[in-house]
């Protein structure tokens, strides 16, 4: 479901966490999350994996805490503006 978190089953990594953001036919669109100087961001990356992956190998973990967010998409923009 949109807005769901999902990790590889086995995985405690918090960077394996995909969040949910679309979802069509055969594929999932998601946001992933990375670390940055020991902090958690929420990269709003738009990622497509398939459906069948993200349901046979991931499981739904609560929600994570990120310290920040990063957008790839706007952080061009802003360099480009400038």
Same mark, same amino acid.
């Given at each position: ?20 953001? +679309? +979802?069509?036919?055969?594929? &999932?669109? *998601? ?11 929420? +990269?709003?990356? &738009? /990622? =497509? ?7 046979? /190998?991931? *499981?739904?973990?609560?929600?994570? =805490? ?8 706007? &952080?061009?923009? =802003?360099? =480009?503006? /400038?």
């Amino acid at each position: 479901h949109v807005g769901d978190h999902l990790m590889p089953k086995g995985s405690s990594d918090p960077t394996k966490i995909v969040r949910v953001v +679309a +979802a069509s036919a055969d594929s &999932y669109k *998601v946001f992933t999350f990375f670390l940055s100087n020991g902090k958690l961001i929420l +990269a709003e990356d &738009y /990622q =497509n994996l398939p459906r069948k992956l993200l349901e046979d /190998q991931y *499981v739904l973990v609560s929600p994570p =805490n990120p310290d920040g967010v990063f957008s790839p998409d706007k &952080y061009l923009s =802003n360099k =480009n503006g /400038q």
